[in-house]
C-alpha cells in the first residue's frame, strides 16, 4: 500500500549488470589474450576511447552478495565495429584478469556504456604526421585507431612505434598492421603507397629481435628517426598519443615537452595526448 510504501525505505537499487556476449577469445603468449564480444545497440563511442569491464565477482563470504569487479579497458575495435575487441595481460593473481583469462565463447561479461578518454582525435589539433607510442597492452586504444578512417584522413603520415619485453608480445599488434592492408573501407583511404602511409616501428627490450631497446633510448640517441627516416618531432608538424606503462608514459611525456609539444585534452586540444594502459 501507499502507506507502507511511505514509511519503507526505498530498497537500495541492486546494480543490474550490462552483460555482453564473448564471441572471440585469441590467446597470444601466457600474459597477453584478445577477445571480442558483442556491442551494446546503444554505445557510441570515439575511437581510442576505454569503458568499464569485467566480472562478478565472487559472494561476499559473510552476505553472499556478489559485486561486479570492473577496471578501465581500451576498446580496441574501431568506433564502426559491429562487435567490441579488448586486449588484455593476464596476471595469475589479478583480481579480474586471473578470471577473464578463461573467458570462452559464449560466456557472458559485463561492460559499462560510457565511454571515456583522452586518446581521441578531438583532442589534437590538426598536423601532418601523428605518433602513436605504445608498450605492452597499451597498444589497445591504436588499433582501434589505426582502424578508424578519420585517423587517415587527418594525417599524412602515422608512425606506430611498440616497445615489449618479448617477440610473441608484438603479435596482437602486426596482426592488426597487416590486417590494415586487406581492409576495404580503409583501402579507400590510405590508397597507395601503404609503407609510406603507416611506419610500424616494432622494438623488444629483454628478447633478441630486429629492433633492440626502449622507444625512449632510441629517440634520444636519434637511432629510431635515422631508421624511420623522418626528422624530431616539432609542434608545427607533429602530434602523438602515448599509452603504455607508468614509468614509459612519464618518461615520453617529459621528453615531448622537451621537444616543445603540449599535452591536450578534449576540452583544450593540443600536441599530445597520454593515458595509462590497463594493468591488474
Ligand atoms: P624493459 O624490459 O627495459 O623494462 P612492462 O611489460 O613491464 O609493462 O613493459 C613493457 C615494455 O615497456 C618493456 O619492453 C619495458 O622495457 C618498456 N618500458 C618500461 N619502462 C619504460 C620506460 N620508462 N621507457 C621506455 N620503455 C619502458
Redesign the pocket.
Known amino acids: 500500500t501507499e502507506a507502507t510504501a511511505a514509511e519503507t525505505p526505498a530498497p537500495r537499487k541492486l546494480a543490474v549488470p550490462d552483460t555482453q556476449t564473448v564471441t572471440q577469445v585469441k590467446h597470444y603468449t601466457d ?1 597477453l589474450f584478445s577477445f571480442r564480444c558483442t556491442r551494446p545497440a546503444s554505445l557510441r563511442f570515439r575511437s581510442g576511447e576505454f569503458v568499464m569491464i569485467g566480472l562478478m565477482g565472487d559472494p561476499d563470504p559473510k552476505t553472499g552478495k556478489q559485486k561486479p569487479l570492473l577496471r578501465a579497458y581500451s576498446i580496441a575495435s574501431p568506433s564502426w565495429d559491429e562487435e567490441l575487441e579488448f586486449y588484455s ?1 593476464k596476471v595469475p593473481d589479478g583480481p579480474l584478469t586471473s578470471r577473464l583469462q578463461h573467458i570462452a565463447v559464449g560466456d557472458q561479461i559485463i561492460l559499462r556504456p560510457k565511454p571515456v578518454g583522452t586518446l581521441v582525435h578531438d583532442a589534437l589539433l590538426p598536423g601532418k604526421r601523428l605518433w602513436l607510442f605504445a ?4 597498444f589497445a586504444p591504436f588499433s582501434s585507431l589505426l582502424r578508424e578512417p578519420q585517423t587517415y584522413e587527418d594525417y599524412d603520415e602515422i608512425i606506430i612505434t611498440h ?3 618479448e617477440v610473441g ?1 608484438l603479435t596482437y599488434g602486426r596482426d592488426i598492421i597487416e590486417s590494415l592492408k586487406t581492409d576495404e573501407l580503409l583501402s579507400e583511404v590510405i590508397g597507395d603507397g601503404f609503407w609510406n602511409k603507416i611506419k610500424y616501428y616494432p ?4 628478447e633478441e629481435s630486429p629492433k633492440l631497446g ?4 632510441l629517440m634520444r640517441s636519434g637511432e629510431a628517426f635515422s631508421d624511420l627516416g623522418v626528422p624530431v618531432l616539432t609542434p608545427e608538424t607533429d602530434r602523438a598519443m602515448i599509452c ?2 607508468l ?6 611525456k617529459e621528453m615531448l615537452e622537451g621537444y616543445g609539444l603540449v599535452e591536450g585534452a578534449n576540452s583544450d586540444p593540443q600536441h599530445y595526448v597520454v593515458e595509462k ?1 590497463f ?1 591488474d
Open positions: 600474459r595481460i608498450t605492452g597492452t597499451g616497445t615489449c619485453r608480445e622494438t623488444t627490450t629483454r626502449r622507444i625512449t633510448d603504455g606503462n614509468a614509459f608514459n612519464l618518461e615520453l594502459a594493468l
